[in-house]
């Protein structure tokens, strides 16, 4: 039996998570007060603790902000492991908006799109909440894909345009195959998606083999190619201001930055106070530290 867009966001949301991830979780959104945590990323595909766990705080209440989300690090102790977390911050409110396509932005239902899990919920009505949120990602990316694609194609055909196309309008450079490694690396997840999103969507379409074929009106896709041109125009825009705002708002970001210098290069940075509230000032004198402590090494 097929599974129904629905069923599959639920299992999705409900899949098992290390206990540490949980309890991560439940610390972050109630410290905060969110309505709910969502979990996401690299982490989750491997079920590890180390690096850097990725979640999503969705706050209660209209939005705030006209630039979201919000970015922090945090750290915490969980039965002697430490946890490291990077948390983006915004309105379940906008988070609906964006997930449905309503916004310029593309980021939140590109993301999600992709594999989640609910790792901690204020209540059941959020929980299902969260999960029609999750529905209209899905749908609005399958949407795009099909209109930006061929008129046939696989599954993955329709997935691999799709990402590449929102790769073009963020401001960033993936490696070249990253819409391959996204597909073969959550194979399960994305498999007969497609399909179930379209349905769910009341988008004709006809199967034969592994082909889809779109079977909508030239003005329909004609339509969703016009309002794709515009998110485009918006993307690198909209990242260059959130990149900005994260300059100054990234909470624990002078600790984000230590950990990560510390990852990649051994060298220990201490955090004083001047650092954590001046991370960029205090960019150079540490970058500093880092070449003369690897000059120091390669005359040994």
């Not at 990725?54 to 915490?76: A, C, N, Q, T």
């Not at 450079?173 to 349905?199: C, M, Q, W, Y």
């Not at 825009?237 to 990649?264: C, D, M, Q």
């Amino acid at each position: 039996m097929t599974e129904t867009l629905e069923q599959r966001i639920e299992n999705s949301l409900s899949a098992d998570v290390h206990p540490a991830v949980t309890a991560f979780a439940k610390h972050l959104a109630e410290a905060a007060g969110a309505r709910a945590a969502l979990f996401y990323g690299s982490n989750l595909r491997t079920g590890e603790l180390a690096g850097v766990l990725d979640f999503y705080l969705l706050m209660p209440g209209p939005p705030k902000e006209r630039i979201w989300p919000r970015v922090s690090y945090h750290e915490w102790d969980y039965e002697g492991i430490k946890l490291r977390a990077k948390v983006a911050q915004m309105p379940l409110e906008t988070f609906h908006l964006a997930a449905s396509g309503a916004l310029r932005d593309t980021t939140i239902w590109a993301r999600f799109v992709q594999p989640a899990t609910l790792a901690w919920s204020h209540d059941d009505s959020v929980t299902k909440d969260v999960a029609v949120a999750i529905a209209q990602a899905v749908i609005t990316a399958a949407r795009f894909a099909v209109a930006l694609g061929p008129q046939t194609a696989t599954e993955d055909g329709y997935w691999r345009a799709l990402f590449r196309e929102t790769y073009k309008a963020e401001f960033r450079v993936e490696k070249a195959g990253r819409e391959d490694s996204i597909l073969s690396l959550n194979r399960t997840h994305f498999d007969g998606l497609l399909p179930a999103a379209l349905s769910a969507a009341d988008i004709c379409f006809t199967s034969s083999g592994d082909q889809i074929t779109l079977d909508m009106p030239d003005a329909w896709r004609a339509d969703l190619r016009r309002r794709w041109r515009s998110k485009r125009r918006w993307g690198k825009p909209l990242n260059i201001v959130r990149l900005l705002k994260a300059s100054t708002t990234f909470e624990g970001a002078a600790r984000y930055a230590a950990w990560k210098v510390h990852r990649h290069t051994g060298v220990d940075i201490e955090i004083t106070p001047w650092r954590e509230k001046h991370p960029i000032l205090a960019a150079p004198a540490v970058l500093f530290k880092v070449w003369r402590s690897r000059a120091s090494r390669d005359h040994i």
